[in-house]
């Protein structure tokens, strides 16, 4: 047998080199620039430290920081090792648990000591000062391949007695590997790492903000000190992150929601909206929208129940793969006594239903479907509950009681390419009428857990990328992307990633391809042959769920709203309260054409309830005085403009009903 491996790099050439060379020695034959550049390899495609040495025949990729979405997933990585490392530094007796990186960062997970208890924001300077002397000390980061034994002893010998259990439980077969931060601190971890901590940009890195979290995401678990950081590959890039995060916060929808009284959030109904009138107005007006739109795409409305017995959830497969994000209920009538348990433990189960899918089948399959009766599009406004934990709750971003957009689509194999690029042409126009012009196509493949044959996934996927192929937008301008594993159990499926105001990428449209449901429900139509065949059943959204979809809408606009969307159109203002007949009657003129209009008759400045009005959004004020009731005129300022227009009556109405048009009628008015 030969000692010399085959390296074969991304240009077709070969190297052969001695067992024991690593992507650090290639780079360096190649030549001393790329050497000093190169911070990783993906070695048969995987991902691996540039001091790995090949342990075969290899096809070799070295990894630059102009490779933004690896590198920066490295020195996430990296950061999160070193801010557990200063920790152990500065808090002896802290154990170490996990330290994931993350979209735009890092965190980890500690468990202080009892006399020290949770840290504390006021603690995280001195943590990043720790961190930045472990970086300059540019300590090199060697990966070793430890006994499974010999690991878990010396975990519990540190005291370190969650990195032990952790160890105990990872599959029999999976080598377990550790990573040495210079001689004095390791950590268990599965890699790839950056050479040394010093190829980290000591000021590219914050900690943000510190919080708890339950050992393995178990409620019943011990709590955990979470302390999370934001890591970048350069100072530059860190600095317009931050900013980013800054405009953010101006723009929170759950602080916006309250200044604009749109809508709270209580305890009593944790992951619940309560809609206040302004709030609910934007979601009727969303709702209208989307019902047109629908309508005009040739989709069927349909109302299903809220709950179904578990037998049908069982057949569905939700049963078994999403049981413990589902409300159930007992199907019996609870006991009234004060004394004895509330009920009985003996009833068959019942479940609120988590989504409306099921229950889209349960229709078709009422009487008999013909080839020529497809496709049958099924559209639903659709309530779901989902058992979300406390902790995930995030405002009307994440909820436990949503509303989706909700949509099915039953039809023949030769029509799923036309119909899912059909969805993606009404997706793309309902994206540009809300504002958002720029979004990217992901396709999710096949996860390791699924329902049906390998046949039905390929077929499944091939379809979908074909449709997105023959929409035109399966290019670099659209995002194109495919994600091994991110598809649903039972079908793959496109994403849709909207880009708001800031930069911010939000997930919410979505299509599958699914066979698998209408097998596991015996969804049937009659063939051409007069024989009966499966539907291919296509799952589809736009918006996602309109909670979260009017969050979203809140910080891209930042609350101010489109006039269509805006919950107050306009407000009638005085200067002088011998103007308060006056303003009532243009409110009432303009409500009778159509505007949602308020009047602010109270004995304040005009400046006050300018800067006031201004402050809740209100896109038009109109101000109205003695002269302006004399002459029949108005003076409008509009939101986020210093000009002030004289209008008369009759302009102003013609105007603003031009303005909060709805996009799609003004298109066909």
């Known amino acids: 047998m030969s000692d010399l491996f085959r390296i074969t790099l991304p240009d077709g050439s070969v190297r052969e080199v001695a067992a024991g060379t690593t992507p650090a020695d290639v780079a360096a034959a190649i030549g001393p620039g790329l050497a ?64 994931p990186s993350t979209d735009d960062g890092f965190y980890y997970d ?31 980061l060697r990966r070793e391949v430890w006994d499974r034994a010999t690991l878990i002893s010396r975990w519990r010998q540190q005291g370190e007695t969650f990195k032990a259990e952790w160890a105990a439980e990872l599959p029999g077969d999976e080598p377990l590997t550790v990573y040495w931060s210079g001689d004095d601190w390791l950590d268990m971890c599965r890699g790839p790492h950056l050479a040394s901590t010093g190829k980290l940009a000591v000021d590219a890195f914050k900690l943000t903000r510190v919080s708890g979290a339950y050992w393995r995401g178990d409620q019943n678990n011990a709590m955990l000190s979470r302390i999370y950081g934001t890591g970048w590959l350069n100072k530059k890039q860190l600095d317009a992150h931050l900013m980013m995060l800054e405009e953010a916060a101006k723009r929170d929808h759950r602080k916006i929601g309250a200044e604009m009284d749109l809508f709270h959030l209580q305890s009593e109904a944790h992951g619940s909206v309560f809609w206040h009138p302004k ?104 309530c779901c509950h989902r058992n979300e934990p406390h902790g995930a709750l995030h405002g009307i971003m994440r909820v436990r009681q949503f509303t989706q ?71 670099a301008d659209y995002g194109w992307e495919e994600l091994p594993g991110e598809g649903a159990f039972y079908a793959p499926k496109l994403e849709f990633h909207l880009t708001d105001a800031i930069g911010r990428t939000w997930q919410c449209g979505t299509i599958q391809s699914d066979r698998v449901l209408p097998e596991r429900l015996d969804a049937t139509y009659v063939g051409a042959d007069g024989e009966r065949h499966r539907p291919v059943m296509l799952h589809r959204a736009i918006l996602g769920t309109y909670e979260r979809f009017i969050g979203i809408l809140i910080e891209h606009y930042a609350g101010r709203f489109p006039l269509w969307l805006a919950p107050v159109q306009a407000v009638v203002a005085t200067i002088v309260s011998d103007a308060d007949d006056y303003a009532h009657a243009v409110a009432t003129k303009l409500a009778a054409a159509g505007i949602r209009v308020e009047t602010d008759l109270r004995n304040e400045k005009i400046n006050y309830k300018v800067r006031e009005h201004s402050l809740a959004k209100v896109p ?20 986020g403009s210093e000009r002030q227009q004289m209008l008369a009556m009759d302009d102003l109405i013609a105007m603003l009903r031009r303005d909060a048009m709805p996009p799609d009628l003004a298109r066909h008015p």
């Open 36 to 99: 000093k550049v190169a911070i990783a390899a993906r070695v048969d495609g995987e991902l691996r430290d540039i001091a790995r040495p090949f342990e075969g025949d290899a096809t070799l990729a070295l990894v630059t920081t102009r490779d933004e979405a690896d590198a920066l997933e490295m020195a996430r990585h990296d950061f999160a090792h070193v801010l557990a490392e200063a920790v152990q530094q500065i808090f002896p007796g802290t154990q170490i648990t996990f330290g």
């Open 110 to 140: 500690f468990a202080p000591t009892p006399e020290h208890g949770p840290f504390t924001e006021e603690e995280l300077p001195a943590i990043e000062e720790a961190m930045r002397g472990i970086i300059r000390a540019d300590k090199p």
């Open 279 to 382: 709030g609910y107005r934007i979601y009727r007006e969303l709702e209208a929208y989307m019902r047109r739109r629908i309508d005009a795409a040739g989709y069927a409305e349909v109302k299903t129940p809220q709950v179904m017995d578990a037998k049908q959830w069982e057949q569905s497969g939700h049963w078994g793969k999403y049981r413990e994000n589902m409300f159930v209920i007992p199907d019996e009538v609870p006991n009234v006594d004060d004394d004895g348990p509330v009920i009985s433990g003996k009833a068959e189960w019942m479940a609120l239903k988590p989504m409306n899918c099921p229950a889209h089948v349960l229709i078709f399959r009422q009487g008999i479907k013909s080839y020529r009766d497809l496709p049958l599009r099924m559209a639903e406004m659709g």
């Open 405 to 475: 957009d909700d949509g099915h689509i039953f039809c023949r194999e030769d029509q799923i390419v036309e119909e899912v690029q059909q969805f993606c042409d009404l997706l793309d126009g309902v994206y540009k009428d809300l504002g958002f012009d720029s979004y990217a196509i992901k396709l999710a493949l096949r996860p390791e857990k699924r329902f049906g044959t390998e046949e039905m996934w390929d077929q499944a996927e091939a379809e979908l990328r074909n449709a997105v192929i023959a929409s035109g937008r399966a290019t």
């Open 620 to 639: 038009n004020l109109i101000v109205v005085g003695k002269r302006e009731a004399e002459e029949g005129t108005v003076a409008l300022r509009q939101l």
